[in-house]
């Protein structure tokens, strides 16, 4: 299994930007798909972006497309989600997850392995 560690989170301004990072643990690490979940309080835990296991594949929400980049390196067992022209609408817990397979999930329930999660808050 993958140990998950969430950093880079905080507070911006609308339009303005963020990198959340993704440290993992563990030697499954490059044979997992990965992605990017966020939880504004009171709804459920949404898709935010996903990356298959070679980072050769990658898909975004609708709300994000444009906007957030996902991207991943398999050397140094990390995944980075780049966040450009936050509106306040982003704000959320956001978590990393990982999943045995080659590829991507937008259904939170097909990832095994969770990061505790980081604070997003975007002002207006």
């Known amino acids: 299994q993958v140990q998950l560690v969430e950093s880079g989170g905080g507070l911006a301004q609308a339009g303005g930007s963020l990198r959340l990072s993704c440290a993992a643990s563990?030697?499954?690490?490059?044979?997992?798909?990965m992605g990017w979940f966020r939880q504004a309080p009171g709804k459920e835990r949404e898709f935010v972006a996903g990356?298959?296991?070679?980072?050769?594949?990658?898909f975004y929400a609708d709300s994000v497309k444009g906007r957030f980049t996902i991207y991943r390196d398999n050397a140094k067992n990390t995944m980075a989600l780049q966040m450009n022209s936050l509106k306040p609408e982003d704000t959320a817990v956001y978590y990393c997850?990982?999943?045995?397979?080659?590829?991507?999930?937008?259904?939170?329930?097909?990832?095994?392995?969770w990061g505790q999660g980081t604070q997003v808050t975007v002002s207006s």
């Open positions: 997850a990982a999943r045995r397979g080659t590829m991507w999930s937008t259904d939170p329930s097909a990832f095994g392995s």
């Open positions: 563990g030697r499954t690490f490059s044979n997992a798909a």
């Open positions: 990356i298959s296991w070679s980072g050769g594949s990658t």
